[in-house]
């Protein structure tokens, strides 16, 4: 598609709070013809330079926030229990519970990243893993999961559209909380993610596919959080 403005803009939404990308004078809408409103002028502005930055032919793969901001405004705002939901399913089978067999060297890499990261968010969240040897599933204690939730279901739907993009990529419910933490460091976090992946391709040899699809994939976690941090700053 060619490009068929000429000046971006934001402004001030004028009937509820929030702020909207403005193109030649025109206000943006979702796919579903929604007003594009968004809750901060940080977010608004990045999204407005996704299209300050493209060229003559629009590169849609680079909208990554808007495509974010009308996921939270067309699907999240209508659908929070399902979205809770969803978000919880992550949390009962969190890549971070489950171990190689302790006799592995996996699993003292596994333990030496991962048990912290579940250790920081039991003392934060009141809440205790179960953590699992092998493949067999084990379920959550209902207490872990009412914790969980509580931890998520005040967020925003923009922050939930966050959320549920970094656990999907990531497995992990946790590691997509702890990503929402102001502190959030979130490369350190993506490793953590992909560190089973990266062992088996350190261990069996890369394929470039594989990496082109991993590096697609650490972007999209990176964008989520930044995402998330905007929606709220």
Known sequence: MKRFYEKVDTRAAEDQDGWQV???GRGLKTVSGTPQIVPTQSLVKAMAAEWSEQGEELDTSRFIYRDMADYAIDVVSDSRKETLTKLLSYGETDT????ADPEDALFARQQEVWEPLLAQLEERGNVQFQRVSGIVHKPQSAETLASLRSAIEPRTEFE???LESLAALSASLSIAILASEPDADAESLWRAASLEEEWQADLWGRDHEAEERRAKRRGDFLS???FLMLARS
């Open 22 to 24: 403005v193109l030649d």
């Open 96 to 99: 971070l519970c489950y171990r």
């Open 160 to 162: 939930l559209a966050a």
């Open 224 to 226: 989520a959080q930044q």
